[in-house]
């Protein structure tokens, strides 16, 4: 094959792989907030707590209904809807735009991960559950990690970046 030929072929396949390169990460968040928490549920019952490293870090089975931090609770289709427009909105994004800047892109997959991994237990058990207890601050879980990882690199993006 001529060099010119390998080096469209390459071309294609690094852009396809920086195209889809959102989705496989979202994927693996999502896949890693859903084991976990499998693992919660099969060695826990709702409320059990164990020490992992006293006193500072403990594993706290929560049966979340509310939002981050508990916050309004009972209000499941206000969190659904959220959700789903949200990641709607990121998809669309990620798929319209051609050359999104590697730190945005990054940042839209780890909160459509983890959007979607809350999301899921919120349509399957109507409770997102939680389970990393810090004790200095309110339970949580990997997907709410990659949110709130994935808001803060996108705010750090608009506030220093001069590139979409």
């Not at 409320?47 to 309004?72: C, K, M």
């Not at 051609?98 to 899921?120: D, F, M, Q, R």
Request: with cysteine; proline share 4%; charged share 15%.
């Amino acid at each position: 094959m001529p060099a010119r030929q390998r080096t469209e072929k390459e071309t294609v396949n690094t852009t396809l792989v920086r195209r889809f390169q959102p989705f496989f990460i979202s994927f693996f968040i999502c896949l890693a907030d859903q084991v976990t928490k499998l693992f919660v549920v099969r060695f826990f019952v709702p409320g059990e707590s164990r020490a992992v490293i006293p006193p500072a870090f403990h594993l706290t089975y929560v049966q979340n209904i509310g939002a981050a931090f508990g916050l309004f609770k009972g209000q499941q289709w206000l969190f659904l809807v959220c959700s789903i427009v949200v990641s709607g909105w990121i998809i669309r994004e990620l798929i319209r735009r051609e050359k999104l800047v590697t730190l945005t892109a990054t940042a839209y997959a780890l909160v459509l991960g983890g959007a979607a991994g809350n999301l899921i237990d919120r349509v399957r058990l109507g409770y997102v559950i939680d389970f990393l207890d810090f004790r200095v601050w309110p339970v949580f879980n990997i997907g709410d990690s990659a949110i709130t990882i994935g808001v803060a690199l996108l705010i750090w993006h608009s506030l220093f970046s001069k590139s979409p």
